[in-house]
């Protein structure tokens, strides 16, 4: 069964840095894409970006490049998204979800992290 | 940058058909996804590539496509159909993936 497991909530300060993991299991995890997508409060959903674990290229959504740093390690099976310096307006609802191959459909999605970035 | 255009709203009685349109320019060269998502749960695949249902959805969704425009038809709405419905499609160049800003279906 393929699953995706997310890091748990995170209350954190303005200007804190934070790392959010996603553990995929059940399937051959560096040979997926795995991407990220935002859902801020009350709103819709927002893609990120991406990554290829097997060889960890990766893709920015023009909103999130130099935003965020996606990452990823096959040795342990996880991707990661990653702030250097969190701003309120990172408040959001996380979700990690497995690309299929071939086509650009999200069929398996994490639990979701949520971040809260208050003073 | 791409956007995908939904209607913010759809309302619907029970045993009626809904129908939720997505619209995009490069629609007619990029396969669209719709999701089905319900309060505080994770976003649930309904449809993929136009018009292809995965395993465990139920048959009253389907999904078609014409030109710039793709919809997501739900037949003999139920209560339990109420939730948000995004599309997700690509760009042109299959770069960077969009989703559309989400319709809500009220079962009324």
């Known amino acids: 069964e393929v699953q995706l497991v997310q890091s748990g909530a995170e209350v954190k300060k303005p200007g804190e840095s934070l790392k959010i993991s996603c553990k995929g299991s059940?399937?051959?995890?560096?040979?997926?894409?795995i991407g990220w997508v935002r859902q801020m409060p009350g709103k819709g959903l927002e893609w990120m970006g991406i990554?290829?674990?097997?060889?960890?290229?990766?893709r920015y959504s023009p909103s999130f490049q130099g935003q965020v740093t996606i990452s990823a390690d096959k040795s342990i099976n996880t991707a990661y998204l990653q702030w250097s310096s969190l701003k309120a307006s990172d408040t959001a609802m996380y979700y990690c979800?497995?690309?299929?191959?071939?086509?650009?459909?999200?069929?398996?999605w994490g639990q979701g992290t949520l971040v809260t970035v208050s003073s | 940058s791409y956007e995908l255009t939904q209607p913010p709203s759809v309302s619907v009685s029970p045993g009626q058909t809904a129908r939720i349109t997505c619209s995009g320019d490069?629609?007619?060269?990029?396969?669209a996804y719709w999701y089905q998502q319900k309060p505080g749960l994770a976003p649930v695949l309904v449809i993929y590539?136009?018009?292809e249902r995965p395993s465990g959805i139920p048959e009253r969704f389907s999904g078609s496509s014409s030109g710039t425009t793709v919809t997501l038809t739900i037949s003999g709405v139920q209560a339990e159909d109420e939730a948000d419905y995004y599309c997700?499609?690509?760009?042109?160049?299959?770069?960077?993936?969009?989703f559309g800003g989400g319709t809500k279906l009220t079962v009324l």
């Open positions: 979800v497995r690309r299929s191959n071939g086509y650009n459909s999200y069929a398996y």
């Open positions: 059940g399937y051959s995890f560096p040979t997926y894409w």
């Open positions: 990554i290829y674990p097997g060889d960890s290229d990766t």
């Open positions: 490069a629609l007619p060269k990029q396969y």
């Open positions: 590539k136009d018009s």
């Open positions: 997700q499609s690509a760009d042109s160049s299959d770069t960077y993936v969009v």
